[in-house]
């Protein structure tokens, strides 16, 4: 066919039942294939391919196997996402030394995932979400693994995982590691979450909907590099404390028994950006937490944390019905004025806002966002916008602590002073 061709794209080719021979097309770089429903198979000829440095398989329903072993050189980002009909994972080759994105989502049928994780030296991020099957990472020194035994699907992943006795024997091929999502995921990977310490490299880390977490391993405090954590929905989650120095965005939302978090207004935690606790209603029956919670809304911390490292902007959402009294202006209501006074600009260092908003189950979205806008005098351009991260359906009150830089006012004229109108709305996108 065309031997020049660089780029393939294929979406909803309704007829296309298997994927054709790319041998003739040794150039190709990029292939998506995308809503082909009654694709069922690629020729094995993929595989092989020399070129192709990104491979997407997207909404492919009746997708049943993909080339049986990837020895492709090139490939740097491989996603295979919503295949549902998948059954197995391409065995990938010593050779795929570049492979730096594994993304894989809704593949409900696929029994075995990465048998051969030692091979990728370059892998910074995996997404294996959302399986029915176990998640499964098999490490080939596993002694009691033996492909010629013949042993059915199910029974090799079960076997994999009870020879899998210590992170060690991968650590080694994964500390290049930066995100990893395990959300969704009721803790086969407990052994992971054990020896977290090993993934040196970890920014960011998703360990939402797991129903079998009720603390966070001791070693989460070695991940020095981590700066991104989730937690959402969480159900049995009772203490979140150890938290490294590093972590920057904390979301933890609906974890209806989390009962202890860690001062969070300490001084090793003035890297935090953002902190979001809606829905954890046992953090304010416990002493301890409470007062930690209350910490959170003290002038003086909300002071010292935003001159600590100072960014665009900050946040924290935390159960509660009270705005703390050292907000001097105060209304009810979506809307609030504030008058700025003249020659101020060069002292005011940002802007600190509070808001009690109630349960917001009634608007049923997946995703609701608090929408924080901003304008400078009388004039109809907004100054400033903040879409707040996703505030789930909440079935009680929270208090937002939102802090805009002065650096978002930074084209303003504030020597003559003026008013400042802020309002907040609660939207479904």
């Known amino acids: 066919i065309m031997p020049n061709l660089k780029i393939v794209k294929l979406e909803k080719l309704d007829y296309l039942t298997t994927f054709p021979d790319v041998s003739g097309a040794p150039n190709i770089e990029e292939l998506f294939v995308c809503n082909c429903m009654k694709l069922g198979k690629f020729h094995k000829s993929l595989g092989s391919h020399k070129r192709i440095s990104k491979l997407d398989v997207i909404d492919c329903k009746r997708l049943k196997r993909l080339p049986s072993r990837f020895e492709m050189e090139s490939l740097v980002s491989l996603k295979v996402n919503r295949c549902s009909s998948l059954e197995t ?8 030394v570049k492979l730096s994105c594994i993304h894989t989502d809704f593949c409900s049928g696929i029994e075995g995932l990465l048998s051969s994780p030692g091979y990728l030296s370059s892998l910074k991020y995996l997404l294996l979400g959302r399986y029915e099957s176990p998640w499964i990472i ?20 079960k076997m994999w995982m009870s020879t899998l006795r210590s992170i060690d024997e991968i650590n080694n091929h994964l500390e290049t590691l930066t995100h990893l999502n395990l959300s969704c995921r009721p803790t086969e ?28 391993p001791a070693t989460i405090s070695h991940l020095s ?17 150890g938290l ?7 979301e933890a939302n609906n974890c209806y028994s989390l009962e202890k978090i860690d001062d969070l207004s ?9 902190i979001s606790l809606v829905n954890c209603e046992k953090l304010v029956k416990d002493e301890d937490s409470k007062r930690c919670l209350d910490k959170m809304l003290q002038e003086s911390f909300i002071k010292r944390w935003c001159t ?53 189950e009634e608007l049923q979205g997946t995703y609701n966002y608090l929408n924080v806008r901003g ?7 907004v100054t400033f916008t903040h879409n707040q991260s996703h505030i789930p359906n909440s079935v009680s009150d929270s208090v937002l602590a939102d802090c805009r830089s002065i650096w978002v006012f930074e084209d303003e004229d504030w020597s003559e002073g003026g008013t400042l109108l802020i309002s907040i709305s609660v939207k479904r996108i």
């Not at 693994?145 to 992943?157: F, R």
């Open 244 to 250: 490294p120095s590093s972590i920057e965005y904390l």
């Open 138 to 157: 098999h490490i080939p020194r596993c002694e009691k693994y033996s492909e010629k035994h013949g042993c059915p699907g199910k029974i090799i992943s």
């Open 89 to 96: 994972f391409p065995d990938l080759s010593p050779c795929m």
């Open 266 to 274: 300490e001084e090793k935690y003035d890297r935090l950006d953002y």
């Open 375 to 381: 304008k400078f005098k009388n004039v109809d351009e």
């Open 308 to 360: 600590a490292r100072w960014t665009w902007g900050k946040s924290i959402v935390i159960p509660g019905n009270k705005i703390p009294r050292w907000f001097k202006e105060e209304e009810a209501g979506c809307e609030i004025r504030v008058m700025i006074p003249p020659n101020r600009n060069k002292q005011i260092q940002g802007i600190a806002i509070c808001v009690v908003f109630p349960p917001v």
């Open 225 to 241: 590099s981590l700066t991104w954590l989730k937690l959402n929905e969480c159900h049995r989650l009772q203490i979140l404390q």
């Open 189 to 216: 990977s407990e052994l992971f979450l054990k020896n977290l310490q090993s993934f040196s490299s970890l920014i960011d880390l998703d360990l939402s909907k797991n129903n079998n977490l009720i603390q966070l």
